[in-house]
């Protein structure tokens, strides 16, 4: 057992007149590819859901970025009306009541899709992130007492009901739009969670020495703050997206959003209104907008938990060849 007190390595530590060695630039950018790249890659890998979710993902982003120029756009008459799945290389997947294939539609709704989780995640996870992190770092200050007022009202307000207003009101036809509208209504609950999490971090020690040695506001929201809530955002950007695909398809579906392109909700609309729930001949029509509903859904949700894994600091260090046992660096 070593008999050396904390105070003499305190003392060592901050001792001036020891002259240390500046790590080199290079050994540093090697310590940082090997902790946010390379570590996190590795404990990716050995999480089953972090490895389906990205697959199921990347399938999806593929769909819609090189499928849409592989399949062409899908019209009436392609095919023979309501072949069935599994009959036709050209149309594997079926076609619906106006002989298109199904599989195409499919494709051709995915980049839209994503436009609307993108511009939704963007506006209920900025707006939300923004708002609970200036309210928990200025507890108790007018700021605060406004950002949270406000907050608590637009939680009152029925969400369902508002975005249909909303949406009454603008008729918005861009996906942008309609996903920016969608996003309005998922960030107050967000918001607070945020908060609460900020109020745990500004007590910590690192944030105090912060304060002491007068760095700015911004600086220290930007790098101790927000640095630490990055996790929580990202998994939850991944839940927010799977709201926003429920909310949008669901609106499609009840003919509350306007059918300007192919979407899967308005898939299911046409197929429902079609009579697709008592004729067997049209169960492809409605079951594979269904199925490609759930894959995206069950892909995200395992996407975030993977995300909480990949962001443990701990299975990191575990994972990284530069940081020691001790966390510390490599020698």
Known sequence: ????????????????????EPTPRSQRLKRQFDLYVVAPARVAMTDWRAIVGTAIITIFFLMGTVGVWLVDRPTSGDAPVLAPPFQNL?????TDTFGQPIGAQ??????????????????????????????????????????MSITDIIITIPGLPLVIVLIAIFRPESPYVIGVLLGLDNWPGLARTVRSQVLSIREESYVEASQIMGISTGTILRRDVLAQLMPYITVNSALASRRIIFESVGLYFLGILPFTTFNWGVMMNVAYEGGALSRPSMYHFLAFPLLTIFLMSFGLVLFSQGMDSVFNVRLRARHSSTIDDDGGPEP
């Not at 436009?115 to 939704?120: D, E, I, L, N, T």
């Open 106 to 147: 499919l494709i051709h709704a995915t980049p839209d899709m994503f436009r609307m989780v993108f511009a939704g995640a963007v506006v209920s996870i900025g707006f939300a992130a923004l708002v609970g992190i200036v309210s928990g770092f200025l507890r108790g200050s007018k700021i605060d007492t406004i950002l």
């Open 90 to 94: 050209n149309y594997i997947l079926g």
């Open 1 to 20: 057992m070593s008999n050396e007190r904390p105070d003499d390595d305190l003392e060592t530590l901050f001792d001036a007149d020891i002259d240390r």
